[in-house]
């Protein structure tokens, strides 16, 4: 903090000390993040109060995550703007602490309200919630579970085998 640096302030050259620049960055001097060159130790964003946003301003720009994968620059993560935010990964999405493996009932919710919701249930597979039913082309074609704990299989089609159940040899 003690040292100087030599700044043109409006064309007249003056000695500055680098405390006075500090105050004057931290205050939010509009500094754009323009091709910030590589370094060689972590980087971390941080507050202490409010948001952190990373905003892409420009019309249907993306946000990209990328890293690399041993010696392989990879795109892990494409937040796609022109799709209202839709994600695009790579390669698989573990939902969970895949770090620990603790947590055995993970829940994945759905619309608006959180109506629907998938939850994993550890060593049988996933739970669709309450009287939701898994549907397929239309809300007319659903799988699902009655009150009574009935499997429902259910068709609105009208001919004769409209619900056909296949089995190869057996």
Do not use: P, W
Not at 18 to 35: E, M, P, R, W
Not at 147 to 163: E, P, Q, R
């Amino acid at each position: 903090d003690g040292d100087g640096l030599l700044v043109n302030d409006a064309g007249t050259m003056r000695m500055t000390n680098v405390t006075t620049l500090k105050t004057y960055f931290q205050s939010g001097a509009g500094v754009a993040a323009d091709d910030i060159s590589t370094g060689d130790g972590a980087v971390t964003l941080a507050t202490s109060s409010g948001n952190i946003t990373i905003d892409a301003q420009a019309g249907d720009t993306d946000i990209i995550f990328k890293g690399t994968d041993s010696s392989s620059d990879i795109t892990a993560l494409t937040l796609d703007m022109s799709a209202a935010g839709l994600a695009i990964f790579n390669d698989s999405v573990t939902v969970g602490d895949n770090l620990n493996l603790t947590t055995d009932s993970t829940v994945i919710n759905f619309g608006a309200d959180s109506d629907t919701t998938l939850t994993h249930t550890d060593g049988t597979g996933l739970t669709l919630n309450s009287a939701n039913k898994l549907c397929f082309r239309d809300t007319g074609l659903t799988v699902g579970s009655n009150a009574d704990g009935d499997l429902d299989i259910v068709s609105d089609g009208t001919a004769v085998d409209s619900i056909n159940i296949e089995s190869a040899g057996g």
